[in-house]
């Protein structure tokens, strides 16, 4: 059993759990991620780590509360323990020790962004964020980043904090200006980082993503997590959940997560009867 030890709601869909998870917090590197179940007929919530503390032997978990599962998590509480906490799973991200990067976040997606560039300012590479969302509530986790990063860049689709509009638009901009950028790490909705890629290939910019299909097993066994990544099958549990956005079937990929949308609302539906 994993107890809570913090629970705090970030907007109102999304919370952050601190959980005390010795064996994950012992041996996670930014980029992995964890799978969670609520009581033993639960079903696996895979979640990217979003912070660790191996002197605490905690894991920093940030959700968004989309279905029955996650509702079935939300509805625990501080002093509460989460049935299993399975991880770390998934390769770790490869940072390279280059000049410039930029992540690019959206909404939840913030969470695993948080790590990996703040390991990058760790070694030295100058790090701005962008980070998007419907409006201000969904904008996570700005100050975190005013820490390490350089430059913050802050869009929202209605205005109501920083400038109007999409991620995208301000990375444009930013390549338009003549910004030197070795890589732009995306991490989102699936079409923001298909969009980010839109941006980027043309300049022919590194660009990495963190995948989420849906996942049971995260052991590579199961085949749910496949993706398509250079014309070759992946499985973003083992393969990833990193990879490289230039190469990635974006279309395939929100093709797959649109068929599982159907079973999750009847499920929902059966809950709440
Ligand atoms: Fe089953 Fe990845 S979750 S193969």
């Given at each position: 059993m994993y107890k809570i030890l913090h629970k705090e709601k970030l907007n109102d869909v999304v919370e952050l759990m601190v959980v005390h998870a010795p064996h994950v917090s012992r041996k996670c590197e930014p980029g992995q991620f964890i799978i969670l179940r609520v009581g033993e007929d639960g079903e696996r919530i895979p979640l990217t780590i979003a912070d660790y503390d191996r002197e605490k032997e905690t894991i920093t978990i940030i959700y968004q509360i989309v279905g029955y599962s996650t509702k079935a998590l939300a509805l625990l509480n501080e002093g509460d323990d989460i049935t299993d906490f399975v991880g770390p799973l998934g390769e770790p991200t490869k940072l390279h020790a280059s000049k410039h990067v930029v992540g690019v976040a959206g909404g939840v997606g913030s969470a695993p962004l948080y790590p990996q560039l703040r390991a990058l300012a760790q070694m030295g590479v100058d790090v701005d964020v962008i980070i998007g969302g419907r409006e201000a509530q969904y904008v996570l986790w700005a100050d975190e980043f005013r820490k390490f990063c350089k430059n913050i860049y802050i869009t929202t689709d209605d205005g109501s904090?920083?400038?109007?509009?999409?991620?995208t638009q301000v990375l444009a901009d930013l390549i338009d200006q003549g910004e030197s950028i070795d890589e732009v790490i995306a991490i989102g909705p699936v079409p923001m980082m298909k969009a980010v890629v839109g941006v980027t290939k043309p300049h022919n910019i590194k660009t990495s993503v963190s995948l989420n299909p849906i996942m049971i097993d995260g052991t590579g066994m199961c085949g749910c997590c496949r993706v398509t990544v250079d014309g070759k099958i992946k499985f973003a549990c083992v393969d990833g959940p990193d990879f490289d956005g230039l190469q990635v079937d974006f279309d395939e990929l929100m093709a797959r997560q649109r068929m599982f949308k159907e079973e999750e609302h009847q499920m929902d539906e059966q809950a709440n009867r």
């Open positions: 904090l920083g400038q109007k509009g999409f991620v």
